[in-house]
């Protein structure tokens, strides 16, 4: 089983997409990312939050490895974090969803099919 799998089906009233990616990079990676605890509200708020923070948590980069963040557009903002997997030499993205209402694992070329897009990797500071 592939590290990824064990964290599907978590709720997501235990997480947002940004703590639970946190939780990852901890549990999984050894990583500790202290995330503001001020989230900002609505959409428009939280991709100003994400473009703001961005530089300062990650590095962009075209050749993700595990745990490296996935940032992603719904609705047409930038709203959404996940963390990247790479399994069966295919690109995955695990994400908390809270219209799934839980934590779910998705092929990145599917992103599209659950109404979020690829803005980029980002390789963790």
């Known amino acids: 089983m592939h590290w ?15 703590q639970f ?16 605890s001020q989230r900002a509200a609505g959409y428009r ?11 300062d948590y990650a590095t962009p980069t075209d050749d993700p490895i595990d ?4 940032l992603m557009v719904g609705r047409g903002y930038l709203n959404h974090i996940g963390v990247f997997a790479r399994i069966d030499s295919e690109p995955w993205v ?8 839980h934590v779910v694992l998705h092929r990145v070329r599917d992103l599209p099919r659950y109404g979020l897009t690829l803005e980029g990797y980002y390789r963790w500071r």
């Open 94 to 101: 695990l994400h908390a969803m809270r219209n799934a209402g």
């Open 45 to 55: 708020g939280q991709s100003a939050q994400l473009v703001n923070l961005r530089d």
């Open 67 to 70: 745990g490296d963040a996935v």
């Open 21 to 36: 990616a946190a939780r990852v990079q901890r549990e999984v990676f050894g990583k500790h990312i202290t995330l503001p």
């Open 4 to 18: 990824a799998e064990t964290f599907v089906g978590i709720p997501y009233a235990e997480n947002d997409c940004a």
